[in-house]
C-alpha cells in the first residue's frame, strides 16, 4: 500500500490507507511503526472499515519537527487534527496499543466529539498509571521509563548491538513463544534512521518535564483530565502486569466502558494473539 501524506498540526504525516466505509484509525506505540496493524488490517477492511494507519510524531516517514514538542497534548492535538482532515468531519473508530493507547485516552477525554467508538490497549488510564508509579514491580517493569531520562546513554545502548535493546524489549513484553522477526526488523530500520530515535524518546522525556510541554496547550491539558464519555473497550494481555492496573478503572468512564483480558498475550497483544484481538475489536465497533 503506498504511502500517503497529510498536514495535521502544523506538520506532515505519514499514513497508510486500505478500504472504504467508516473510518477507523489506527495507532502504534513503542517501540513499534504503524505496519504492526498488518494482522487487523484485512479483517477490518473485509468488514467494510476504512482503515487508517498513521505513522506517530518523529516516526518517518512522519515529519520529525526541529526543536518541536512531544508531551501528550502535542500528541493529542496531532490525532485530533488528523481525524479532522481524513474524516470529512464525521466521527471516527479510534484504536491505540502503547503509545497509541496512552494518546487515545486523552484524546477521548479532550475530543469525545470526534470519536464514535474505541479500544485502548495495553496501558491503564492516565490516573491508574499515576497510582503505579510508587510500585515497586511496575517501577520495574516500566524501567525503560526512567532510563530514557538520561541524555544520549539510551540512544547509544539502543543502537548498540544490531539494537538488542529493541529486541530485548519485545522479548520481555512477549509471551516466549511469540516470534516477530520481520516486524521487529521494519522496527529497527525505523529507529535508525537520522532523527527517530531522540524523537521517539522525547515522548518519554516529555512526560516527567514540564519545560519540555507547549505551555500554548494547556486548556487542551485541562480537557485531558476529563471523565471519558465515549464508549470504549479496554483489553490486555493476561500475561501482561499491566492487566493488573486495567483491573479497576472503569471509574473513569461515563458511558459503555469493558475491560476484557486476552489469554496467551502479553503487552503485543494484537501480534502475540492477532485473531482474537481482531475479533474483540470488530464485536465492539459494530454493536
Not at 97 to 105: F, H, L, M, S
Not at 224 to 247: F, H, K, N, S, W
Request: charged share 20%; hydrophobic share 45%.
Amino acid at each position: 500500500m503506498t504511502i500517503q501524506y497529510i498536514q495535521a498540526n502544523k506538520l506532515q504525516f505519514a499514513y497508510r490507507e486500505y478500504g472504504d466505509g467508516p473510518l477507523v484509525i489506527l495507532l502504534h506505540g513503542f517501540p513499534d511503526i504503524a505496519t504492526t496493524w498488518s494482522h487487523q488490517v484485512p479483517a477490518l477492511v473485509a468488514q467494510g472499515y476504512r482503515v487508517v494507519t498513521p505513522y506517530l510524531r518523529g516516526y518517518t516517514p512522519t515529519e520529525i519537527p526541529e526543536g518541536g514538542f512531544y508531551d501528550k497534548a502535542t500528541l493529542v492535538e496531532d490525532i485530533a487534527g488528523l481525524i479532522k482532515g481524513l474524516s470529512g468531519g464525521k466521527p471516527v473508530h479510534l484504536v491505540g496499543q502503547d503509545w497509541g493507547a496512552i494518546i487515545a485516552y486523552a484524546v477521548l477525554a479532550a475530543y469525545p466529539e470526534l470519536i464514535s467508538r474505541a479500544v485502548v490497549m495495553a496501558v491503564p488510564h492516565p490516573g491508574q498509571v499515576t497510582e503505579s508509579l510508587v510500585n515497586p514491580k511496575h517501577i520495574h517493569r516500566s524501567f525503560h521509563w526512567w532510563f530514557f531520562q538520561l541524555p544520549d546513554l539510551p540512544e547509544k545502548a539502543i543502537l548498540a548491538n544490531d539494537q538488542a535493546f529493541i529486541d530485548y524489549l519485545w522479548a520481555y513484553w512477549t509471551i516466549p513463544s511469540h516470534r516477530d522477526e520481520e516486524h521487529i526488523a521494519a522496527v529497527k530500520e525505523t529507529l535508525e534512521k537520522p532523527g527517530v530515535l531522540s524523537a521517539t524518546l522525547a515522548y518519554y522525556r516529555a512526560m516527567f518535564d514540564v519545560s519540555k510541554a507547549d505551555p500554548a496547550l494547556t486548556a487542551v491539558r485541562e480537557k485531558m483530565t476529563r471523565l471519558i464519555q465515549v464508549p470504549t473497550l479496554a483489553l490486555c494481555g493476561r500475561e501482561d502486569l499491566r492487566a493488573e492496573l486495567m483491573l479497576e478503572q472503569s471509574q473513569y468512564f461515563t458511558n459503555e466502558y469493558e475491560f476484557k483480558l486476552v489469554d496467551n498475550a502479553g503487552h503485543f497483544l494484537h501480534r502475540e494473539q492477532p485473531e482474537a484481538v481482531t475479533r474483540l475489536i470488530i464485536d465492539w465497533l459494530k454493536r
